[in-house]
């Protein structure tokens, strides 16, 4: 596959077919100087070295107790102040249960709860709601909160990340989703999100959630005011804690999206630049075993095309239940996928639809010929 004149590069691709680490300097001249055509092709053979043709989904659904948050993101269009509650929303603990009952009877496996950080919510009281949830469906994995909001309540209630995250266990918090992350490079991250949680609080979260053998995710906000030096930071920290733990799952490069937020004026990345971001993100992060294109923030068709280019994993049917994205302007209006659609998705694209829970345990492989039941 000598496709590259670049000596620099010739010297990254035989590293990297022989399974040996790039470095971060490697790492920023991939973004510098690979093209579009040769980088998907080193992060496709990755990819199928670590899952052949394997791509996973998952049937979910969100819930997102409220968009009210004392922090003012310059890149979110999502959330509203406390002062402005009455443009926001406020679930209380029996309308999130009746969401979760909405799905008896179906076969999903995971919901994922992600919320604005809202100051009269504590800790006691996402404690109740866990414990309401699993008292209803024991068996439904619940992948919840962000350090941004963990923090807030671990400080609140005056405990360590330690003994929050150990509550939060025993409540029935299975595992921590990736957001929140940002750009943990502190200069872009004073611009962006000056007041929230830093890198080092995000990572300690995440180290007490694996030590206490639960699994989680990490993302990146790419796409806005950001250096390719800042993204392999970003990837760098992610690694480096990997090496150390073995607790993340999934790699989610998230796409900046501009509508109404108070970043509007910055340009959207385009596709080619997408599609580099993932490959790069496969080649550099060699100890995540996955890779995931979230289909709601990036469009169902940029997702599918993600899977040549490092992915092997495009979330779930997603059922409606988040906003984030689509207030921020994604393509997905109303993000809802059927199975069916999902493994067809994963089949047009010359792959195997595998759906996973949420720690990868395969639940049905879908060969091409086998057919497929609704929801
Ligand atoms: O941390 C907010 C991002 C994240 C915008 O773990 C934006 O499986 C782009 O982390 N443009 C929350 N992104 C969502 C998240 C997530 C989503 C799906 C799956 C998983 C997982 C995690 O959403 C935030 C922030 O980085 N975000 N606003 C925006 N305008
Ligand atoms: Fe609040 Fe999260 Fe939005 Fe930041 S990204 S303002 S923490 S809801």
């Given amino acids: 596959m000598a496709t590259t004149t670049d000596p620099r590069l010739q010297q990254i691709e035989d590293k990297v077919k022989s399974g040996r680490r790039i470095t971060p300097e490697e790492g920023v001249l991939l973004f510098e100087r690979g093209s579009l055509g040769w980088l998907g092709k080193l992060a496709n053979l990755v990819r199928e070295g670590k899952h ?61 709860i992600v919320g604005g950080v809202h100051p009269k919510l504590n800790l006691e009281f996402f404690a109740g709601l866990l414990r309401d949830i699993k008292a209803h469906r024991p068996e439904l994995h619940i992948k919840g909160f962000t350090p941004v909001e963990l923090d807030y309540m671990f400080r609140k209630a005056k405990v360590s990340a330690e003994e929050g995250m150990a509550y939060l266990k025993a409540a ?29 609080g995000w990572l300690s979260i995440h180290r007490a959630a694996h030590q206490l053998g639960m699994h989680s995710n990490a993302t990146m906000l790419y796409g806005h005011i950001e250096t390719f030096a800042h993204r392999i930071d970003h990837m760098e920290r992610l690694r480096q804690m990997q ?17 109404d937020n108070e970043m509007s004026h910055v340009t959207e990345s385009t596709i080619v630049e997408d599609m580099k971001m993932y490959a790069v993100a496969r080649i550099y992060m060699d100890n995540f075993p996955h890779l995931k294109a979230y289909w709601p923030m990036l469009g169902r068709n940029s997702a599918q095309l993600a899977l040549s280019f ?17 207030m921020a302007g994604s393509e997905e209006q109303t993000p809802s996928m059927t199975t069916e659609q999902l493994v067809a998705l994963i089949h047009q694209a010359g792959r195997v639809a595998v759906e996973r829970d949420t720690l990868y345990n395969t639940i049905r492989n879908y060969t091409a010929t086998s057919g497929v039941s609704q929801n």
């Fill in 310 to 326: 490092g992915v092997n994993d495009i979330d779930g049917t997603i059922d409606d239940s988040t906003k984030i994205y689509s």
């Fill in 243 to 259: 090496d150390e733990t073995g607790g993340f799952n999934t790699f989610i490069p998230l796409k900046f999206r501009n509508k």
């Fill in 52 to 112: 052949g043709d394997v791509t996973y989904f998952n049937r979910n659904f969100h819930i997102e107790p409220t968009n009210i948050c004392v922090f003012s993101c310059k890149f979110c269009s999502y959330s509203r102040l406390y002062a402005h509650r009455e443009e926001g929303w406020e679930l209380t603990s029996a309308q999130m249960l009746d969401i979760v009952r909405k799905y008896d009877g179906q076969p999903v496996t995971e919901v994922h």
């Fill in 172 to 200: 029935g918090l299975d595992s921590l989703p990736g957001g929140g992350a940002e750009i943990f490079a502190p200069e872009i991250r004073k611009q962006i999100c000056d007041d929230k949680v830093d890198a080092d």
